[in-house]
């Protein structure tokens, strides 16, 4: 299986890779006294450079435990990949249902799609960024249907982190930005990502309370972004 980031620009990638359908028990964790330092903002999104954020990643020590054994305890994080869909001006959302993985989170809505790192994913670049890189792309395949040839660009923008719940103290966001060809359109193909909507920030700023943490982090830090602008 391959992964292969292309450089579109300075600061934008895109991601193409070939599935296999393989999974372990075992996730990719770090301690949280090794990757702390990455989300200089405790409670909200550290931006970083595409680049950057490899880099700073790929220095982590990976550790290596089965899926239960972090959930409730903080001293590792859970490194997650978490992708943004964005087309034009418009960013794809669900309602995380039943089947979703996180069950705490159930029934809030996420803009955020992705899952936990597997020990066997089978890629070539086996760094902490390529294999984060690697089960960004089968997730978003698994879940929704994306493809590379639907991807205009992929780059990774920064780090969430929320220190302020159970789910948050155990879990590090790796924030990653899709943008998608107009003619691309998702299909439902898990049981867990359901009502999926295309949505303006306008429209996910005045719905906000209704998102998960990361969700809500992100919506705010786009808004600010966007006004700044203006």
Not at 175 to 204: M, N, R, Y
Request: charged share 30%; hydrophobic share 35%; with cysteine.
């Amino acid at each position: 299986t391959t992964l292969h980031i292309s450089r579109q620009s300075s600061t934008h990638y895109k991601i193409t890779y070939r599935i296999t359908m393989k999974h372990t028990e075992s996730i990719l964790t770090a301690l949280r006294t090794e990757v702390i330092h990455l989300a200089s903002n405790i409670h909200g999104i550290t931006p970083y450079g595409h680049s950057e954020l490899e880099a700073a990643i790929d220095k982590v020590l990976p550790r290596w435990l089965v899926r239960h054994e972090p959930e409730n305890e903080p001293s590792f994080k859970q490194l997650i990949p978490y992708c943004v869909i964005r087309k034009r001006d418009k960013f794809l959302t669900y309602a995380r249902a039943k089947g979703s993985g996180e069950e705490r989170l159930l029934g809030n809505r996420s803009v955020g799609f992705g899952g936990h790192v597997d020990e066997d994913e089978e890629v070539e670049d086996t760094t902490n960024s390529g294999l984060i890189g690697y089960a960004a792309a089968r997730e978003l395949e698994e879940e929704i249907g994306l493809q590379d040839k639907d991807v205009l660009k992929a780059f990774a923008a920064g780090v969430i982190n929320n220190d302020k719940d159970e789910v948050g103290k155990v879990h590090l966001g790796i924030l990653i930005q899709f943008e998608v060809a107009d003619s691309w359109e998702p299909t439902q193909l898990e049981a867990g990502v359901a009502d999926l909507k295309w949505q303006t920030i306008d429209e996910l700023f005045e719905t906000s309370e209704s998102y998960e943490v990361w969700s809500q982090m992100i919506i705010s830090h786009t808004e600010r972004m966007l006004v700044s602008k203006r």
